[in-house]
């Protein structure tokens, strides 16, 4: 039986203490990149001394027959000496005991168990199996991943011999086919919980795409096929050029050393790169905030740049992969294509004839994507092809951009009938984008923390593009009828794409990134021959792509002077075409939760009052309001209900006509004049339904107007978890209240038929019962709100009408809208008309203010003063 511990062997405090040292040296240099690689290997060593000396005392103790019956393996990533800061350790013992009595199998049984426990107490975070030969077999067999870390083992003590023959019985039963056809499964399924993409605002640095686990992969594939056992031997073996090994490195480094932060920083096997931590995490790579930047968004800049490169090499990786598994058989018939004798079409995959082609004739580098576009049915680029392009694109000097040719072939590029939004994709992966739009590669993998973009600069500036191109497809035509049809219109979507690629390009530097990005688009137009008129409408519109947004969403459109400012900036159709159109693409490609129909209502509202005041039509809203009527009136049942409908609409004025379209105005007409009878003509109508999903509602509320009307409804839903994310507040002039909400439900519920049923009822009762008003109670901040808050801002504002208007932005929480509420009704400020739009987790709320009391400066300053305090994040 094993005897007490030797004096010289590592105890707790002494593992332990060697750890922190190698945290503090880590922490303590100034390149965490290179550092990183000296820590896993200090680590690796620090484990490998404890779990040795923990073996030698309770198994090297044992009688010869008893410890030639077993072997210890490093599994997983200790097995490739990947051990990071809370790593787990992964081993396996490897057991002979068929030739053994009960007792020497019970005896080794026994010592094996103090040796797990030695670990534990030495804090070893361990993860271990005890298996047979026969039973590792079986159980490789059966689960992907034992297969997978077996295939990293790394002996460590014990019988070599038994580790040889199970190895042996393991590769004999290795089927590379089975293993890579899982293995694919396994990834597509793991991408697809990150949506696809390595640009998620929180992402996980070792599961996400472009995360380590891709960097795994890889090389379990190369291990599988014995293909190569590092990123050296894959290089030297032809399966990476110089330039893709250098790439990998650094990326893996990059991400290696962020992880292991994280795992400091958090105390834990922390691998998701949370809000709370990029801060800390930017500081510990040296990075500040600068002008235009936070820290964090340094840092991950860095991480998404080192996260795409790691994703594309894998995709490449693979997709070789599976040409090198191919049948020698397979046809791979060579296709020529016209006007284009280096490329070839082969499998539906554009190809290169020659490897060199690039460098013989760079001209190509632009070329390839126009061909891409170009020709249908392509899915991609050849590995070999992707290879050229990687090795050829630091040709794109400024000598290459100052060619006219090349700049011809890429305003070429952007005229494309087909393809255009895969090309520029294409572009921007293999960084060819970047190097000819100088401009673009500064912003590539900047994340805009504003609260309401969800992608990266320069994701954010293709899927506008992406945007702009579908609103000149047929098959998008019902997603968007408006913008195909002004598409259409307009004629020229190519001056459009060059808009979207500029827009957002001064992201990050400080400064209006709205007029820096219109010097960097006059350049660009004078650089690449466009006339005088369309180098103007370009830059108007990257200099105003927010106006037309801004005017629709806090102007009021009933107001013809709005309109009127609107079109003094605009001056023409054609500019007013084009931004329109930029103005949809651009705040559709934001994030999903963004657009919604009543944004793309004000658009369309603004867009025709100013077509019509740009032709000289200036009774537009007149023209306006009887066109909706007529349309709302039809959408009514029958004559009676149109009658009733019409009666019940001489009590409003133009401004509620101007807010609602005719569908709402005709839901909204349907449910107040079909209310029982035996109520009053001024009884509290309460209407809900589904708005774009089971998780959405809008509701409908028609009542007499009273002070704390608004406040009541806010406390309405803030009690019921319901998140109100649009409202459009109307009081006419006869002193009622038709106020309609869009509010989104917590994830736990559905909008089924018993919850909205429950839902009216419960609302109707508050209305009549008029419960008094609970002290507002502000939630919690989410980590992101916490992390990038939004400077709040408010202004008042008198109108001629005697009126005030209060416009308030700020980081939006739960209970805050009913705070504002809270805060008119203690003050007896009467609220006439609101407008609430919530971007993403941003609060832009315009409201029209009734009160003799704001003639005084001080209680006017004591307005903004209280909701200054209750939008500021403490």
């Known amino acids: 039986m094993p005897t007490a511990a030797p004096s010289h062997a590592l105890d707790r405090t002494r593992y332990q203490a060697g750890r922190s040292m190698l945290f503090s040296q880590f922490t303590a240099n100034n390149s965490p990149t290179r550092a990183v690689r000296r820590l896993m290997r200090e680590l690796t060593h620090l484990t490998d001394l404890c779990v040795l000396e923990a073996w030698a005392h309770c198994i090297g103790t044992l009688p010869d027959n008893l410890r030639h019956s077993s072997s210890l393996i490093a599994i997983g990533g200790y097995g490739r000496a990947e051990l990071l800061p809370n790593s787990d350790i992964d081993l396996l013992v490897l057991i002979k005991t068929d030739h053994l009595p009960a007792e020497s199998k019970a005896q080794l049984s026994l010592a094996i168990e103090q040796w797990v426990s030695m670990l534990w107490d030495m804090g070893v975070t361990l993860s271990h199996s005890v298996r047979t030969i026969d039973e590792c077999i079986a159980d490789a067999l059966e689960d992907l991943s034992i297969q997978t870390s077996i295939l990293e083992g ?23 086919l089975t293993f890579w056809r899982e293995k694919m499964a396994e990834m597509r399924q793991r991408h697809s919980k990150f949506d696809d993409t390595p640009y998620s605002l929180e992402p996980n640095c070792k599961e996400s795409p472009g995360g380590l686990r891709d960097l795994h992969l890889m090389l379990w594939l190369a291990k599988a096929a014995n293909i190569g056992q590092t990123w050296q031997e894959l290089h030297h073996n032809n399966w990476l050029t110089a330039s893709q090994l250098r790439l990998i490195q650094r990326s893996e480094n990059q991400l290696l050393a962020i992880r292991a932060h994280l795992h400091i920083l958090s105390k834990r096997m922390e691998n998701r790169v949370l809000f709370d931590l990029q801060t800390p995490l930017a500081h510990a790579f040296g990075l500040f905030e600068t002008d235009g930047k936070r820290a964090g968004e340094h840092l991950m800049q860095r991480y998404y740049l080192a996260a795409r490169a790691i994703y594309q090499q894998c995709a490449l990786f693979v997709q070789k992969f599976e040409l090198f598994l191919s049948p020698p058989s397979a046809p791979h018939i060579a296709h020529k294509i016209k006007g284009f004798p280096d490329f070839v079409e082969v499998d539906h995959v554009l190809d290169v004839v020659r490897n060199d082609a690039f460098i013989r004739k760079p001209h190509l580098l632009i070329d390839v994507f126009y061909v891409y576009g170009q020709v249908t049915g392509l899915t991609g680029f050849s590995p070999k092809l992707w290879d050229a392009i990687l090795q050829a694109r630091n040709l794109i000097t400024p000598e290459f951009r100052r060619t006219p040719e090349n700049r011809s072939k890429f305003i070429r590029l952007l005229k494309l009938d087909n393809g255009i939004t895969h090309a520029i994709r294409l572009m921007n992966q293999t960084g060819v984008l970047g190097r000819y739009i100088p401009a673009f590669r500064r912003i590539i993998g900047q994340m805009q923390h504003d609260l309401f973009h969800i992608y990266t600069v320069d994701q954010h500036i293709l899927t ?124 559709r490609g934001t994030s999903p939760k963004v657009w919604n129909a009543w944004k793309d209502k004000l658009l369309a509202d603004l867009y025709q009052l100013t077509l019509r005041e740009l032709s000289g039509q200036t009774q537009a809203p007149v023209s306006m309001l009887k066109e909706r009527t007529m349309d709302a009136l039809e959408l009514l049942p029958n004559a009676e209900i149109q009658a009733q409908a019409q009666a019940l609409w001489n009590d409003f004025d133009t401004e509620y006509f101007m807010r609602h379209d005719a569908t709402t105005i005709a839901w909204h007409a349907e449910h107040i004049v079909q209310r029982p009878k035996h109520t009053g003509k001024t009884s509290a109508v309460v209407a809900t339904k589904p708005f774009n999903n089971d998780h959405s509602l809008h509701v409908m509320v028609y009542t007499a107007d009273v002070p704390d009307l608004f406040a009541r409804l806010c406390s309405f839903f803030q009690q019921r978890y319901l998140s109100i994310f649009d409202a459009q507040i109307y009081t006419s002039g006869q002193g009622i209240a038709l106020d309609t909400f869009q509010v989104l439900l917590p994830e736990s519920h559905q909008a089924d038929a018993l919850f909205v049923q429950r839902l009216n009822q419960e609302l109707r009762e508050t209305l009549t019962t008029a419960p008094a008003l609970r002290a507002p109670n502000l939630g919690r901040l989410t980590a992101r709100s916490r992390n990038f808050p939004i400077v709040p801002r408010v202004s008042l504002t008198p109108t001629d009408k005697g009126e005030y208007v209060l416009k308030l932005a700020a980081t939006d929480r739960h209970g805050v809208l009913y705070s504002i509420a809270y805060i008119l009704k203690q003050m007896n400020i009467r609220l006439r008309s609101a407008r609430i739009v919530t971007l993403g987790e941003r609060l832009e709320d315009v409201f029209i203010l009734s009160s003799d009391q704001l003639n005084d400066p001080s209680a006017a300053a004591q307005l903004e003063a209280e909701l200054m305090r209750v939008c500021t994040i403490s």
């Not at 003590?157 to 290795?174: E, M, P, S, V």
């Not at 013809?560 to 001056?571: D, H, N, Y």
């Open 154 to 176: 790394r002996y460590l003590a014990g019988d070599k011999k038994i580790h040889q023959t199970f190895y042996a019985a393991f590769n004999r039963h290795f089927d590379l």
């Open 464 to 587: 506008v593009v992406r945007n702009l191109r579908r609103f000149t497809l047929q098959e998008h035509m019902q997603s968007h009828f408006l913008a195909n049809q002004v598409m259409a219109e307009f004629g020229q979507p190519w001056l459009l794409y060059i808009a979207g690629l500029f827009h957002d390009i001064a992201k990050g530097r400080g400064g209006d990134h709205s007029d820096l990005g219109a010097i960097e688009v006059a350049r660009f137009a004078k650089q690449h021959a466009l006339t005088k008129k369309q180098t103007t409408l370009v830059v108007f519109l990257v200099k105003h792509h927010l106006t037309m947004s801004t005017f629709a969403q806090k102007e009021d459109l009933s107001d013809m002077e709005t309109i009127q400012r609107f079109a003094s900036t605009v001056k023409s159709v054609e500019n007013l075409q084009a931004l329109y159109l930029l103005t949809v693409a651009d705040i």
